[in-house]
């Protein structure tokens, strides 16, 4: 019997997510990559300091060093050099002294603040100080960022640009790093034609292999395109029977639904298992996860939307955790509903959406369009989606909706 829309025996798509989380066995293999080669990379590795950051005491701005206690009961100090970033004042600042310091020059022996170069005036060889500091006034403290020994970055993170700084910073040249993944894709259906060419009576341009590609350039990967193979079942066996000995996950678009010429479930059963089938999401609910001899599937729905609304919320989480990433809790945002939000119980819906503030900086949401699964254009002109749980129903104008940002 099969399973209808509201049923309670879809899955849900947490449970989904801890399902198919608990399943899959993260990468091992590493690699020691520059770091000039390392962004998006998974770090298998801590990455631990072998410098204090800063590595000295330093000056926090452009002005004077001097010793703080010399200016309680007076405001001129004799100057007596110089200290400049990399090359450092190397004598003593005495009593009554001070010393004109850059920003990052490490502070002379003996002074203990520094004052701001506004805050002066140069006269002759005296500085006159219209501000008395207090005891350690703009030096940065060595080690106050980074101390030594300390793990700059954990296992598991995602190096972004910010990272691969920092990690430079504790001079730090090459990182240890999980493998990338291999990613094969396959479009299913005879309907489906490759942008470019004539498009026969009855036939759709393929666009899912691109949206997914171009969403894979996120993540540490390399993508193997099988193409688009026709609703054969001998050429559906053969290309995954290729695609599981040259790849650690499988991505199928199509076929995964009940109509005559849905193979792709079928074929699975045959050459691996089927961990699950039937998500109750939306757009997305015939989603297939499982396992062939050696690569873990996953069987995304036909429709463009289904299409890439789960592979954002279901096949994500799966590449994470294969590469060995620490996985970030999404942001999501409350906002008023712009407008009525249709909705049934049974499913999770991530439906399109556009938010704004208004002029007394409240956040509303409204639905972006027409939300059927086939209408890409909703998608590509929403902003955020609107998260709407398994058990909600429809939301009226003015009640809270929560959201989702998009990432870019």
């Known amino acids: 019997m099969l399973v ?8 849900p798509i947490d449970e989904a997510i801890d399902k198919m989380r608990e399943a899959v066995t993260p990468l091992t293999d590493t690699q020691i990559v520059p770091l000039l080669q390392a962004k998006g990379r998974i770090l298998s590795s801590p990455v631990i300091s072998t410098v204090p950051v800063p590595a000295a005491d330093n000056s926090a701005m452009d002005g004077y060093a001097m010793r703080y206690q010399d ?3 007076n405001d001129r100090l004799t100057l007596v050099g110089t200290a400049l970033a990399g090359q450092p004042f190397t004598r003593e600042v ?3 002294q001070c010393v004109r310091i850059m920003t990052g020059a490490i502070i002379p022996q003996g002074a203990n603040a520094v004052v701001m170069q506004e805050n002066t005036q140069k006269l002759g060889d005296s500085i006159i100080f219209q501000q008395s500091p207090e005891l350690g006034n703009s030096i940065r403290r060595a080690g106050e960022d980074i101390q030594l020994g300390q793990v700059v970055v954990p296992v598991g993170s995602k190096l972004k640009a910010a990272y691969l700084a920092l990690i430079a910073s504790v001079g730090v040249a090459n990182v240890s790093v999980y493998r990338k993944l291999k990613v094969g894709l396959i479009a299913t259906g005879d309907e489906l034609v490759t942008a470019g060419r004539p498009l026969p009576v009855g036939c759709v341009y393929e666009s899912n292999r691109i949206a997914l590609m171009a969403l894979l350039q996120d993540f540490a990967v390399d993508v193997i395109d099988y193409g688009i193979v026709k609703d054969d079942k001998s050429s559906l066996r053969a290309t995954f029977e290729q695609a599981d000995l040259n790849c650690d996950l499988v991505i199928s678009c199509g076929g995964v639904s009940v109509g005559d ?3 792709v479930k079928e074929i699975l059963d045959e050459q691996g298992q089927v961990n699950f089938w039937q998500v109750a999401i939306k757009p997305g609910k015939p989603f297939a996860f499982g396992r ?8 995304l729905p036909g429709n463009p939307v289904s299409s890439y609304v789960t592979f954002e919320q279901l096949v994500v989480p799966v590449l994470q955790e294969l590469a060995g990433q620490n996985i970030a809790k999404k942001h999501y945002f409350v906002a008023k509903a712009a407008q009525v939000i249709r909705k049934q119980m049974g499913r999770a819906e991530f439906q399109r959406g556009f938010f704004y503030r208004d002029e007394q900086d409240q956040l509303w949401v409204k639905p972006q369009g027409k939300q059927g699964s086939g209408i890409m254009s909703s998608l590509a002109n929403a902003n955020c989606y609107m998260v709407l749980s398994q058990g909600s129903a429809n939301i009226e104008i003015g009640q809270s909706v929560t959201i989702h940002p998009f990432n870019n």
């Open 292 to 299: 062939l001899q050696h690569a873990w599937f996953c069987g």
């Open 94 to 96: 005495l009593p009554m």
């Open 4 to 11: 209808t829309c509201d049923s309670p025996g879809l899955l």
């Open 71 to 73: 200016l309680i009961d």
């Open 261 to 263: 010429a849905d193979f």
